[in-house]
């Protein structure tokens, strides 16, 4: 899945996130057009997870 396909489900899926992390704020869940990567490094900071870890996280849902 590339980062475009990421960013599309991202917008499905958020909230499930938000539920799943608690300390992860709507802030650190939304990016600007292109940033996606910018935003998975915000959320790998809350969560403590590896990047890579979060992208496939995401496309499991």
Do not use: A, C, P
Not at 11 to 34: C, N, R
Not at 37 to 46: A, K, S, T
């Amino acid at each position: 899945m590339n980062d475009d396909q990421l960013e599309g489900k991202w917008k499905q899926i958020k909230g499930q996130f938000k539920q799943k992390y608690g300390q992860v704020t709507d802030d650190d869940m939304t990016y600007s057009e292109g940033r996606f990567d910018e935003m998975l490094g915000r959320l790998q900071e809350r969560t403590g997870r590896d990047k890579e870890e979060l992208k496939r996280e995401i496309e499991r849902w």
